[in-house]
């Protein structure tokens, strides 16, 4: 079974950075793209990024391009989303989510309804003073 364990969020100020975290279990991430989305209090969810498993292509959404990098580190199994430069926009339930097709994930990062083999449970962001 696909399992994805997202961490590292947390409240953090504005002008502030996270780092998140999202871990595969029970396989490998090797040959799986992930993406990051997230979701805001009443909002409908929003695509953030996404990274291909082989030559780590990565897509980021205009709304946080400059300021939320991904990156991957197969090694530990895990994938990263720096996020700088944090506003109140930027606060909700962060979630990553595993394909085998890197096109699948961007289409979903654009809002296309997509099924993706695997979701994490979330992680939660706040931005605040």
């Known amino acids: 079974q696909l399992q994805l364990v997202e961490s590292g969020g947390g409240l953090v100020q504005p002008g502030g950075s996270l780092r998140l975290s999202c871990t595969a279990h029970?396989?490998?991430?090797?040959?799986?793209?992930i993406g990051w989305f997230r979701q805001a209090p009443g909002k409908e969810r929003e695509g953030v990024s996404c990274?291909?498993?082989?030559?780590?292509?990565?897509y980021i959404a205009d709304s946080v391009k400059g300021r939320f990098t991904i990156s991957r580190d197969n090694a530990k199994n895990t994938i990263y989303l720096f996020m700088n430069n944090l506003t109140a926009e930027d606060a909700g339930v962060y979630y990553c989510?595993?394909?085998?097709?890197?096109?699948?994930?961007?289409?979903?990062?654009?809002?296309?309804?997509?099924?993706?083999?695997?979701w994490g449970q979330g992680t939660l962001v706040t931005v605040s003073s």
């Open positions: 029970g396989f490998t991430l090797n040959y799986h793209a």
């Open positions: 989510a595993a394909d085998r097709f890197m096109t699948s994930l961007e289409d979903a990062i654009r809002g296309s309804p997509v099924n993706l083999d695997a």
């Open positions: 990274i291909s498993h082989g030559d780590q292509r990565t």
